[in-house]
């Protein structure tokens, strides 16, 4: 697909500061034809260094919560006002999203890019973590990387050269993600598919020079993104 609004980011100095497959096309995709308001307030759930908690307040217009557990919030602000945003436009906040540090019903949405599968596998997060700071009728917009088809009985080997079977197990398909989301009795299921977005984001990834980067590239040079897919997954909390 075509990536609009994505092109203006792609300097190398902001695609330094992705740490997968490239999150703001991925967030593009993500947000084609969404439903949430200009002026929003939203939490940018597990938004590492930032670049899409930005993304969402300049493309967008939302007021955005960058909420993250392992990057550092003053160096998050210093890269928010580099980019000439106000402390009215984009907070960050250290925060666990097991243990969420905002009041109930607070968000108008959330929009988690690239970072829910390490949290929400468990088919109870939605209900007792996430929901109760959605307001009544909020949405809540995934992307998470998974596989075409879970082959976890017989990795292949291709993936293997540069995970394990542990890191994979974080990987899984539209079926078994439908299912955990299915689960909850507070949110109404709107949609769970594959996306278009693979190749080119994990192009954008794999041309940076970090060591994470560089031990991916085995296994996608070997043809290991034959199994691999994003998908999209959009909720909408019930009144």
């Not at 260094?49 to 217009?61: D, H, N, P, W």
């Not at 925060?95 to 596998?121: C, H, I, K, M, W």
């Not at 954008?204 to 060591?211: G, R």
Request: charged share 25%; aromatic share 12%.
């Amino acid at each position: 697909m075509n990536y609009p609004l994505s092109e203006k980011y792609m300097t190398a100095e902001l695609m330094s500061k992705i740490m997968g497959p490239n999150p703001v096309k991925l967030e593009e995709e993500l947000l084609t034809d969404h439903h949430i308001q200009k002026g929003a307030t939203v939490c940018d759930l597990g938004s590492g260094q930032g670049l899409t908690s930005i993304f969402l307040v300049k493309e967008y217009g939302f007021k955005v919560y960058a909420a993250d557990l392992w990057s550092d919030p003053e160096e998050n602000r210093q890269f928010f006002s580099s980019m000439g945003l106000s402390e009215e436009q984009i907070i960050p906040v250290k925060a666990d999203a097991e243990n969420l540090p905002f009041e109930q019903d607070f968000f108008d949405a959330v929009v988690s890019t690239d970072s829910y599968n390490y949290f929400g596998r468990d088919p109870e997060y939605l209900d007792s973590k996430l929901l109760p700071f959605v307001k009544p009728g909020g949405y809540i917009y995934i992307t998470v990387p998974g596989m075409k088809k879970d082959c976890h009985d017989s990795l292949p080997s291709e993936l293997l050269l540069s995970w394990t079977p542990e890191q994979l197990d974080y990987l899984h398909d539209v079926a078994y993600w439908r299912s955990i989301v299915s689960h909850s009795k507070g949110a109404e299921v709107l949609a769970v598919s594959e996306m278009e977005s693979n190749d080119e984001v994990w192009a954008d990834w794999l041309k940076q020079e970090n060591e994470y980067a560089v031990g991916d590239r085995k296994a996608m040079e070997a043809g290991g993104g034959k199994y691999l897919n994003f998908i999209k997954i959009v909720l909408r909390k019930k009144k």
